[in-house]
Structures are given as C-alpha cells and as structure tokens.
C-alpha cells in the first residue's frame, strides 16, 4: 500500500518492516500482559453474578416415583471474591448440589385435583451455602419454585 509520498511497506528496506513486526509482537505481547494482571485484579474484588448450577434429587418418599422432570440445573446468585466464583464455575461441572426430599419442606398445590407439589426454593438457600463450601454465598435462586408432581411406584 503506496502512500503519496512513495512511503509504503514495500518501500522500506527489510531492517525497518523487521523493527515494525518485532515493534507489533512486543505492543501485542504487553496488552496481553495488561489483560491478564487486570483479570486478576477483578477476581479479588467483591463480585456478584448468576451460575447455573447442576442439582440432584435424592431420597424421594417410599412407594413414589417423580411425574415428570424436575430441572437439572438452577441459576444460582452468588456474592463473594471473584477467585471463589471461578472456582465455583469450574467445580460445579463435577459435583452437583443434593436436593434431599426428606429434609427440605414440599408443599402440596392447594388444588383438591392436582396431585402437585411444589418447593420454594428461597428455602434452599442454606443447604445450598453448606453444600458449596466456598466464601461465596448464595443470595438467590431461580426458579423460585420448583412444581413436580408423585405417582405411586408401578403405576
């Protein structure tokens, strides 16, 4: 590309494009750098964000088999250092949370009809923080409630 004053790439001599591409290379390796040294700077603030994180169910009623699915992953909102967020993120691909039926309290839908039941999930919070074993702390989760339905094993 020729400028009007017959100064271009192709005019400059090899030992000047060489100092512009090492010039490049040192300018691209240096914003690099900056980058990664503000990341780390923003991980050791106080952050806070939606994961969505993976959950089981476990020790469903005798006799009772769930209708229906129930979600595999909530969005949780969690508050803490940026280093414990991450690391939740990572983590939480391998170790799900427990949703126990015996320990947490369902309701039954008001409906005389239905056979729903339904969990409100503000109550899950606690488990929650327990399970996570991390700094961060779980101020919210969505959905706020959670409708699945029983029928009796066999039927």
């Given at each position: 590309m020729d400028s009007k004053d017959g100064i271009g790439s192709k005019n400059l001599p090899k030992k000047e494009r060489a100092t512009i591409n090492t010039n490049v290379l040192v300018f691209a390796f240096f914003l690099f750098l900056s980058f990664v040294f503000w990341y780390l700077n923003s991980l050791g603030k106080e952050l806070e964000t939606d994961i969505?994180?993976?959950?089981?169910?476990?020790?469903?009623?005798?006799?009772?088999?769930?209708?229906?699915?129930l979600p595999s992953r909530l969005n949780l909102n969690l508050k803490g250092p940026g280093y414990s967020i991450l690391q939740l993120k990572v983590s939480g691909k391998t170790s799900p949370a427990l949703i126990d039926f015996s320990k947490i309290g369902y309701k039954r839908v008001t409906d005389k009809e239905s056979n729903?039941?339904?969990?409100?999930?503000?109550?899950?919070?606690?488990?929650?923080n327990k399970q996570l074993k991390s700094v961060c702390k779980v101020t919210s989760v969505k959905p706020d409630t959670i409708f699945f339905s029983f029928r009796q094993n066999g039927k």
């Amino acid at each position: 590309m020729d400028s009007k004053d017959g100064i271009g790439s192709k005019n400059l001599p090899k030992k000047e494009r060489a100092t512009i591409n090492t010039n490049v290379l040192v300018f691209a390796f240096f914003l690099f750098l900056s980058f990664v040294f503000w990341y780390l700077n923003s991980l050791g603030k106080e952050l806070e964000t939606d994961i969505r994180y993976p959950v089981k169910y476990a020790n469903l009623p005798k006799g009772r088999v769930l209708n229906g699915n129930l979600p595999s992953r909530l969005n949780l909102n969690l508050k803490g250092p940026g280093y414990s967020i991450l690391q939740l993120k990572v983590s939480g691909k391998t170790s799900p949370a427990l949703i126990d039926f015996s320990k947490i309290g369902y309701k039954r839908v008001t409906d005389k009809e239905s056979n729903g039941y339904y969990i409100l999930t503000s109550g899950l919070i606690p488990s929650f923080n327990k399970q996570l074993k991390s700094v961060c702390k779980v101020t919210s989760v969505k959905p706020d409630t959670i409708f699945f339905s029983f029928r009796q094993n066999g039927k």
